[in-house]
């Protein structure tokens, strides 16, 4: 049973920094792409940033600049550092893996449970 287990949300005043976590929990290979969404009340989940095999990033043009986002693959986490938080960062933010259990399977997007982010002064 593959999961993405989020840590490091919270309520940070404005200009503060978090920074959040996302490991994966069970046995998922060949994961090319990991990285972070962000979703608020009545709007789609939209791309934050993402990290293209070990070192390739993308970032959406709210984040660049301010976010950064790091992968350990020994330990199949990605980080998300967030500088100069804004409220309009506030929001639940996702991690996501493109990964497969084992060769034999299709690789598919696995997604955590989600982490509120509040940025409030």
């Known amino acids: 049973q593959v999961q993405l287990v989020e840590s490091g949300g919270g309520l940070v005043q404005p200009g503060g920094s978090l920074r959040l976590s996302c490991a994966v929990s069970?046995?998922?290979?060949?994961?090319?792409?990991m990285g972070w969404y962000r979703q608020t009340p009545g709007n789609q989940r939209e791309l934050v940033a993402q990290?293209?095999?070990?070192?390739?990033?993308d970032y959406a043009d709210s984040a660049k600049g301010r976010f950064t986002i790091s992968r350990d693959n020994a330990k199949n986490t990605v980080y998300l550092q967030m500088n100069s938080l804004k409220p309009e960062d506030t929001a639940v933010y996702y991690c996501?893996?493109?990964?497969?259990?084992?060769?034999?399977?299709?690789?598919?997007?696995?997604w955590g449970q989600g982490t509120q982010v509040t940025v409030s002064s």
């Open positions: 996501n893996a493109n990964g497969k259990p084992t060769p034999w399977d299709v690789t598919r997007s696995y």
């Open positions: 069970g046995r998922l290979i060949s994961i090319n792409v």
């Open positions: 990290i293209i095999g070990s070192s390739s990033a």
